[in-house]
């Protein structure tokens, strides 16, 4: 849930609104006319709200002091500095740089914010006295996107937070669900790859893919796959890329991460919500009903297929949050409850691994020697004839140790998802008052000099460990901040590792990224109002593995099995064979001998249907035609060669009528002289069979 996360770094750049701290007048920056009754207003709001709530003295400031921090100005605190230095959260970094602390206090209106950079501290809010630091800020940006709190990550602590998380945890996250669900995100691994195979492929942009979209839209796939058991609520497009539907869609989920907590003045003093000063709320609408447009109908029409009995079986996540029950066998969940928690799943999802991996995939094109290492990681470990696997990741440590790095220097969102506290403590010797709001600076803890060597360096290596054990993109100690620690920690650690890992290894394994024609080097910038790349990353992108899937395709077994070299001197159908001699099985002679074969070199399948109907497989451990082989050495790959062998050759049938090309009268079977392939490359003629929306979209 780091997007949520995200959402609380921004100060977005819409803000209109700058304030002079020395004259106390506010300037309004477009119109000053049009804002300065707005002005008026607020502060007569202030000062009426100030005079019914005096800030409460707490008996512990009189023995411990409140953090370091700006001076704050009396009622407003420091409302008026974070109305002047947008963004919000890159003043907050460096006042704390110039006070050189690793843990401030600003106070606006009447709530102290504690931002904090340091994993010790970090640890002794989330870990040491977590169960203070465990609610959630009610505030606008929280009250929209959570229908009102319905939901887990933006609800403040109590029952309805433990009830979706418990949810979450054992019906929707649970390792169980993660394997059910593995064939849609398979399927979305493997339309990433189509979709980027089809950029590289179109003439018009020269093989320059915009990443950001590849990243974004395979996120926002993998989780409407997950949830509605469809990618497109469209028809999407042609290459496989999103639609305006889907674009839309994605749209609504940045803007709702990024408005979510961004200092609007009201999250601070609520009554002002209703003014709506800096526009925030008006955008915040549009963008929840904008993804609530897409996902509602889909799921008020999933409730009445299960009501009419029109659905039977459970196929995705929808169907398991309409289907939980009560102890009285009513639904355990509201349309309502499930339109929300909707929601703050897709934000949770999309943002972290599709900014990590585009940001990863920059620093590398300009260090190419880590492009280089993760190739030769992704062949060794899975080879060129079949792509990288969820089966691979755990194998994968300088794949994770790229991603992981990218968690560290360019994190999606600047803080944590704040924490607020439910009553006074004190915290590494500050006081920290109840109703708090903590802030971990994502950005504070990755960059934090004590902990990281050249902090600002790009360096994946630094994850490894020296005695080879698994890299893992979760950080519990907080030396950096990826999905957090404690009972507000993040509920898709799994979830999102794998998205994450998928999502880079897919990237690198497939393709061979290089600069843009034009360019000397990717322009490593930040946004100034986020943490986004400042552009998003235009890269050249090659299929790597076409020329080896080619190879296969025309070289599908060499005349021999790979070599068995014997170990001890052995005797074998009465022969002597020394130690250290290569066995050579002909496959050619073997599915061609005339002892075993009728008429060995007709083309006969029907040759291999059983009397008794029974399967025919590709397998042969009798070795009367060489396929896996057999033995201790025999392929491990039999069943995902079978299927890839047979799903190929039974969809090109499918879908494709075959005949000779025009000029020709017959295909000449002849063999190339230096291997098994046809001579020449099959060319014929193929005219679709089926529906034509069956071609359109993969
Ligand atoms: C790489 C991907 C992800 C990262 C880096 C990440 C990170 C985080 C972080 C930092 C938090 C806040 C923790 C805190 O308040 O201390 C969080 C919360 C949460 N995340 Fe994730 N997240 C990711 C993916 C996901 C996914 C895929 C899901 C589910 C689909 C998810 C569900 C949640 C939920 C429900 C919470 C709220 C927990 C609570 O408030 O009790 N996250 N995540």
Not at 408 to 414: E, K, S, T, V, Y
Not at 600 to 607: D, N, S, T
């Amino acid at each position: 849930m780091k997007n949520i996360t995200s959402a609380i770094s921004f100060s977005p750049s819409s803000q209109t609104l700058f304030y002079d701290t020395l004259d106390m007048a506010w300037v309004g920056f477009s119109s000053t006319l049009f804002i300065f009754p707005n002005i008026l207003l607020l502060i007569a709001t202030i000062f009426f709200f100030y005079a019914k709530r005096k800030p409460q003295i707490n008996e512990k400031t009189k023995q411990f002091s409140l953090p370091p921090g700006p001076k704050a100005w009396p009622i407003v605190g420091n409302l008026p500095e974070v109305i002047q230095n947008k963004p919000t959260f890159r003043w907050i970094h460096k006042i704390m740089e110039q006070m050189n602390v690793e843990i401030t206090c600003l106070r606006l209106g009447n709530v102290h914010v504690i931002p904090v950079t340091s994993p010790e501290i970090g640890l002794e809010f989330l870990r040491k006295q977590d169960s203070i630091f465990s609610s959630r800020p009610f505030n606008m940006g929280a009250d929209l996107t959570s229908g009102g709190y319905l939901t887990t990550a933006l609800v403040p602590f109590g029952e309805q937070w433990k009830k979706m998380k418990k949810i979450l945890a054992s019906e929707v996250l649970s390792p169980e669900k993660h394997r059910w669900l593995h064939g849609k995100r398979a399927d979305e691994a493997d339309h990433l790859v189509h979709y980027v195979y089809n950029q590289c492929m179109n003439s018009v942009t020269g093989g320059v893919v915009n990443v950001r979209i590849a990243t974004q839209h395979y996120c926002g796939n993998v989780i409407r796959k997950m949830i509605f058991n469809k990618r497109f609520f469209g028809k999407g497009m042609a290459d496989g890329g999103p639609g305006v539907e889907e674009e839309e869609h994605l749209e609504g989920l940045f803007t709702i991460l990024e408005y979510l907590n961004s200092f609007s003045v009201s999250d601070y003093i609520p009554w002002l919500r209703r003014l709506d000063l800096d526009g925030h709320e008006k955008i915040m609408k549009k963008a929840v009903a904008s993804v609530r447009k897409y996902n509602d109908p889909e799921i008020d029409e999933r409730i009445q297929q299960w009501r009419n009995g029109a659905k039977k079986e459970q196929e995705d996540v929808l169907d398991v949050l309409v289907m939980l029950k009560d102890k009285n066998d009513n639904p355990l969940l509201s349309p309502e409850e499930i339109k929300a928690q909707i929601v703050e799943l897709m934000i949770a999802t999309v943002d972290n691994p599709s900014n990590a991996v585009e940001w990863a995939i920059a620093e590398m094109i300009n260090q190419p020697e880590m492009l280089q290492r993760a190739i030769e990681e992704l062949d060794s470990v899975v080879g060129k004839n079949r792509l990288v696997q969820e089966s691979n990741l755990s194998q994968l440590n300088y794949v994770k140790a790229c991603a992981r790095e990218a968690f560290r220097l360019h994190p999606f969102a600047p803080f944590n998802v704040p924490h607020v506290s439910i009553s006074d403590t004190t915290v590494a010797g500050y006081f920290i008052p109840k109703g708090s709001h903590v802030l971990l600076s994502r950005r504070g803890l990755g960059r934090n000099p004590k902990v990281w060597e050249e902090p600002l360096k790009f360096k994946p290596e630094r994850h490894l460990k020296d005695d080879g054990s698994g890299v893992v993109l979760a950080e519990p100690n907080l030396r950096l901040l990826s999905f957090s620690t404690g009972r507000r920690g993040c509920s898709g650690v799994t979830l999102g590792s794998t998205i994450t890992t998928m999502l880079l290894a897919r990237l690198l394994q497939g393709f061979t990224w290089s600069l843009p024609p034009t360019m000397s080097s990717i322009d490593l910038t930040e946004s100034v109002d986020n943490l986004f790349l400042a552009k998003p990353l235009l890269a050249l992108a090659r299929p790597r593995l076409a020329e080896k899937l080619e190879a296969f395709r025309l070289h599908p077994v060499g005349p021999f099995n790979i070599p068995h070299v014997s170990i001890s001197d052995t005797t074998v159908a009465g022969y002597f064979i020394p130690e250290g001699s290569h066995i050579l099985l002909s496959s050619q002679g073997i599915g061609r001998n005339p002892k075993i074969w009728e008429e060995p070199l007709k083309f006969k399948p029907e040759r291999h249907l059983k009397d008794d109907g029974s399967d025919v497989v590709l397998d042969e451990p009798n070795l009367h035609l060489f396929s896996f082989s057999t033995g201790r050495r025999g392929c491990p790959g039999v069943t995902l060669g079978s299927a890839m062998t047979t799903m190929l050759l039974a969809r090109l049938l499918q879908g494709f009528t075959w005949s000779l090309p025009p000029t020709m009268s017959s295909i000449n079977l002849t063999e190339s002289m230096g291997g098994l392939s046809l001579e020449k490359p099959l060319l014929a003629l193929a005219r679709p069979r089926l529906a034509e929306n069956l071609y359109t979209s993969p």
